[in-house]
């Protein structure tokens, strides 16, 4: 298969037809190759518009997903990323976007909670080169203090509530994209987080695969 030539179609039919027109963003995307971060199996279908599955290394589902092109890229272009930027990125998965972010950002962590997903992320950037990226093993929803603040926070995946601590380990002026609410009710967010306080803005209506936890407390009724 032409992986090459599938990239290309993948940014001019899917990418370009929806609003995205960033250069850089669409540079990364013709640059990196996604056939890396799905199982082998599922490579001939790496440019297809939708989620993608992704397996632990023996094969077993883990219920995370690569995220469709078009949803992603957009994401990216709201990020604004510049080459300054000092970048988190929470469901790293197995390492697509971790790649993405690393030809717009200056430095990229990315956090992982699944240890094997954990561990192909950072086989798969190895083999590209991609050296301003470092995987973290941790959990999701405390994000990674040890390496705030940073300048931008990009979760990878649809969130139902994002914690205070999270908006913490952002820079005075820092960024948060995310895609907040589930299924066809959820609306991708940009926030900045200055003064201690957290402003928002609607950036576009879309529907992505949740990453676990980031639920809102249930409260008991009577």
Do not use: W
């Amino acid at each position: 298969m032409d992986f090459q030539a599938a990239r290309t179609k993948m940014v001019d039919n899917q990418i370009r037809t929806t609003d995205v027109t960033s250069h850089t963003v669409l540079s990364a995307f013709l640059s990196v190759p996604r056939e890396s971060f799905v199982p082998a199996k599922l490579k001939p279908l790496a440019y297809i518009d939708t989620d993608i599955a992704l397996e632990s290394e023996d094969g077993a589902p883990t219920g995370r997903y690569l995220m469709e092109p078009s949803p992603l890229a957009k994401l990216l272009q709201l990020a604004a990323v510049t080459p300054e930027d000092s970048v988190l990125e929470i469901g790293c998965g197995t390492g697509y976007v971790s790649a993405l972010l690393s030809q717009l950002a200056g430095k990229v962590v990315s956090l992982e909670s699944d240890p094997s997903l954990a561990t192909q992320a950072s086989a798969a950037l190895d083999a590209l080169g991609c050296a301003n990226v470092t995987v973290v093993n941790g959990d999701l929803e405390k994000g990674h203090a040890a390496g705030a603040p940073y300048d931008l926070i990009f979760i990878n995946g649809a969130v139902e509530a994002i914690p205070a601590s999270i908006f913490d380990q952002l820079k005075n002026g820092g960024r948060l994209v995310a895609v907040v609410g589930f299924g066809n009710a959820s609306q991708a967010r940009l926030y900045v987080h200055e003064n201690g306080n957290t402003s928002e803005r609607l950036g576009f209506n879309t529907s992505v695969r949740p990453l676990p936890g980031f639920r809102l407390a249930r409260e008991f009724v009577f």
